[in-house]
């Protein structure tokens, strides 16, 4: 009952002339998302995006823009390479590769000081590691050419419980519950939702409003129970009502949430500690900043028998 | 600046009538010290113990107890196997085996799964894993025929700040002004003590006071700092105080307090939380509980460059 959800990310951006990405044919995607080790499971678009959910999270496609999400035992710095050298390196406008730190990191293929090291001999940026070795933290790399333009906020929770929980570890689980229980609607009635259910559990979502998009990743199984959900809404109340009403659902003992270019209040979480803070500012006109919260009650750990 | 002080820990007994195990040959210390690749440094001894620092933590032998604890990419699993068979299996009374979660677990070179998997073909035994795989966890193997008849507590201590955790890190430090600044003397004034100071940091001190034993050891290399301290003092209250007043000196973002057959009230720590407890009966006549804490202040982190 193990499944590493952490992720890796990438983010790139291609200058304005460059052409479209999403002229870009299915077989590239998959050629790209085949040398990470993931394949597409569904897709939905609209007029502005492609949205894939994968074996192993989520492939975003805009005109300019491309968000490739993989969590497992995928290695995504090898779709990195094969995007920068296809794509080339003089029509990247902006890269960035994220990783957050595995539960079991020692059943990972590369780690991302090499990882890293690699990027530096096809693009100049600056790496960072926030949090410390011993808790969630956090790997960051960004090119020198960094530039988001648009807010956009991750919402990590972790050792989630409680009904909903419990149901996404149920072999009887349905997609259609599943979306029900976690109450998009209430939130985002503009948004359109493709979602994909795992065999035995684990779910994805990804969800499109115009250009805007919305993807979460349920990883239930108890020992790495993992929820991740990233948007880049940019009306900073609606982002904090949905984490809010996420996080009274799911129940976890502690999340994170990251932001880009956006800053959210805590006040409507559940009752809650805030454990660690970073602000990073990545360069003039980006900022990123970190905030790990534990729930307010003591967690009752079980021991687990080996 | 990074090293692993994360700790692995043998605890074994013999059966009356074996024979003192203070009457071995230092040679065979040294030798089951040489499998786990730790070496001795330092001695002292009373009229009830052998107190050895060691290149990694350090070694207790009582007549008819040993305590043996190695940090750093030791494997203790191999002074494990020597002890077991040289000792006899027939003639070990209680053994336990315990490994905490280390700071980059890759890094070693066997996992605790794997230990227990070859501790069980010399000895039947429990295991378990105390706390979630993506924060600090506790592993440990009890045989069938655990017993503690006493009383210890541990207090381990991770990312230590302030003008204690400042003076540790620098070249200039010296072996008297730590043990000033720790301030035993005051807590323990009838223990005498042995310690050393590694080069070009760390810290290792041992005490006796009769039967009682005190052991603590810095790592206070800012990317891995921990620090751990373990005792027998068998006066709750004392051992509290001493706690109390270790936590106010090396200002700890969190720790740990892990008690077998003692029951230590917190309120005497600095502003915290409880962040996760866990109960666990052992046998009948033996129990171990675990608390996590954290200060009660967001700790502000700082994103370290790579």
């Known amino acids: 009952m ?5 992720e890796k990310k990438i983010e ?14 299915r077989k590239f995607w998959e050629r790209t998302l085949a040398l990470a080790g993931a394949d597409i499971v569904s897709v ?7 949205a894939y959910v994968l074996s192993e999270s989520s492939l975003f496609v805009w005109e300019r823009k491309i968000l490739l999400i993989t969590c497992g035992n995928t290695q995504l710095i090898k779709a990195a390479f094969f995007l920068i050298d296809e794509l080339a390196v003089e029509n990247i406008a902006s890269f960035s590769y994220q990783r957050k730190s595995e539960f079991l990191s020692h059943l990972q293929l590369t780690r991302f000081e090499d990882d890293v090291q690699q990027l530096r001999t096809r693009l100049p940026g600056s790496a960072y590691r926030v949090g410390h070795l011993d808790g969630h933290h956090h790997y960051l790399f960004n090119s020198d050419s960094y ?8 919402l990590l929770m972790y050792h989630i419980k409680g009904n ?3 149901y996404l570890r149920q072999p009887t689980q349905c997609k259609s519950s599943i979306l029900k229980q976690l109450n998009f609607a209430q939130w985002l009635p503009d948004f359109d939702f493709d979602d994909h259910l795992f065999d035995p559990c684990g779910y994805s979502i990804n969800g499109l409003s115009g250009e805007r998009f919305l993807t979460m990743h349920i990883t239930p199984q108890a020992q790495s129970a993992y929820v991740s959900i990233e948007t880049d809404i940019n009306d900073d109340l609606k982002v904090i009502q949905l984490f809010s009403s996420m996080l009274a659902i799911l129940q976890p003992d502690s999340w994170d949430v990251i932001s880009v270019n956006q800053h959210l209040a805590a006040s ?22 970190f905030k790990h919260f534990t729930q307010r009650a003591s967690d009752k750990l079980i021991a687990q028998v080996l």
Do not use: T, W
């Open 12 to 25: 790139l951006s291609v200058k304005a002339g460059v052409g479209s990405l999403r002229a870009l044919e």
């Open 147 to 154: 530039d988001i333009q648009c807010p956009s906020s991750s």
């Open 44 to 50: 939905m678009s609209n007029s502005y995006c492609d």
């Open 268 to 289: 409507d979480y559940p009752a809650h500690v805030e454990v660690a803070h970073c602000d990073l500012a990545l360069n003039a006109s980006n900022d990123i900043n």
């Open 164 to 166: 909903v929980a419990d």
């Open 2 to 6: 193990f499944f590493e959800g952490s």
